[in-house]
């Protein structure tokens, strides 16, 4: 591209972005009003915008939750990356492990620009006082687990979290999109995993079906309670950071799986699972939601050993993050001088 040609599209580029900044801060003087014709625009809110208290503080529990998610969701797998029964298996899987280190970190960042700091978060994480999505309370007890997670977790998290991408909150939003591709790539490889454990000897297949029987409700149960019971829903719904409700997406889930479990040869664990013609969808036995419950509440099988061993590895990383610091102190003497 010719040099002027390239600096004019710089320049226009730069008027665009003066352009949105300077129509933010209006947006910022006019307060709530403006807040509210934004959502009503189907735009989105930046985190120099006006909002109201309870918007923001509904978004940093919500993004805090899911950010601890990935984070702890590191565990249940990474106790298999030193079993996994091939050298392309473990590093399949330490890369996927990876990516969810990745996806926490941006969605803390995503946080942060809500006005709560890094330092906040971990410590609301660590003391229990914050909470993560109730499926990484569960044991991987088999290899076929990383298939099942895969599979099913994955696909949940992907049909819970595609609607995130146009929430309203753009950092948030935009966020989801990076975290959307990665994850689908994940459920892709799980089910790929548990296809070939699926098709090999009597003893893989038996493996395969009982890591399937054993994931399925806590699945489900990952989309939360019944949209009678859910507390932040219709708020969540009406401010566009929620864009279907719990139940809808859950169905959702379960229609998507029918079909795919029967490629893959296995059975989901539900008597009751019937195409309900009327309906134009599959009809399911829901999951035990006092259990849910039980689970959220730190209650679940690996509860207190998920949150031990994060606390341990928070103690064990205070060098690594002291080291960063001061290395970032002294760069930007430098920078200073
Ligand atoms: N677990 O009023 P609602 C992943 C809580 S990431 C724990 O319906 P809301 C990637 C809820 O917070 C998975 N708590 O709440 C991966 C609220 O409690 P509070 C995480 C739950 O927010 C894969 C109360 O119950 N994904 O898997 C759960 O409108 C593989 C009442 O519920 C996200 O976080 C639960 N299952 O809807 C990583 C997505 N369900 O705060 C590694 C973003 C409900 O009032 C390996 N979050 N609760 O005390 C959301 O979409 C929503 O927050 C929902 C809950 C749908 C989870």
């Known amino acids: 591209m010719p040099a002027v040609a390239g600096a004019e599209r710089l320049l226009g580029e730069v008027e665009e972005a003066e352009a949105a900044l300077r129509e933010a801060a209006e947006r910022a ?12 625009a189907d735009q989105k809110i930046e985190p120099r915008d006006a909002m109201p208290d309870a918007y923001r503080a509904g978004l940093i529990r919500q993004i805090a939750q899911h950010a601890h998610s990935e984070i702890i969701g590191m565990q249940p797998e990474g106790n298999w990356i030193s079993r996994a029964p091939s050298l392309r298996r473990k590093a399949i899987l330490l890369a996927k492990v990876q990516d ?13 620009t809500l006005g709560v700091s890094r330092a906040e978060l971990d410590t609301a994480l660590l003391t ?59 459920q892709r490889q799980g089910y790929q995993s548990l296809y070939v454990l699926a098709q090999g000897t009597p003893e893989q297949r038996a493996m395969a079906q009982d890591a399937v029987d054993r994931w399925w409700y806590p699945s489900l149960a990952m989309f939360g309670p019944p949209d009678a019971d859910s507390t932040h829903s219709a708020q969540s719904m009406a401010w566009k950071v929620k864009r279907f409700s719990n139940d809808e997406l859950r169905q959702r889930f379960v229609d998507m799986c029918v079909p795919q ?3 893959l040869g296995v059975t989901l664990p539900d008597p ?15 999951p035990d939601f006092d259990e849910l419950m039980r689970v959220v509440k730190g209650d679940g099988p690996c509860s207190r050993q998920r949150l ?3 606390n341990r590895a928070h103690e064990d990383g205070a060098w690594v993050r002291e080291a960063a610091a001061a290395y970032a102190a002294k760069k930007n003497r430098k920078v200073m001088a």
Not at 29 to 40: M, N, T, W, Y
Not at 100 to 112: C, I, K, S, V
């Open 261 to 263: 479990a029967e490629i």
């Open 128 to 186: 229990g006082k914050q909470k993560y999505s109730s499926i990484f309370n569960y044991p991987t007890l088999s290899w076929a687990d990383m298939g099942a997670i895969g599979w099913l977790v994955d696909g949940a998290a992907i049909v819970n979290q595609v609607p995130l991408c146009r929430c309203s909150y753009g950092p948030y939003a935009r966020a989801m999109i990076r975290v959307c591709k990665e994850e689908s790539f994940h």
């Open 29 to 40: 003087l006019d307060g709530e009003a403006s807040f509210d014709a934004v959502i009503a």
């Open 272 to 286: 009751n699972l019937t195409w309900n013609e009327l309906r134009g969808h599959y009809d399911y036995t829901s």
């Open 308 to 310: 031990a061993h994060r």
């Open 100 to 112: 969810e280190a990745g996806h926490g970190l941006y969605l803390y960042a995503a946080a942060e």
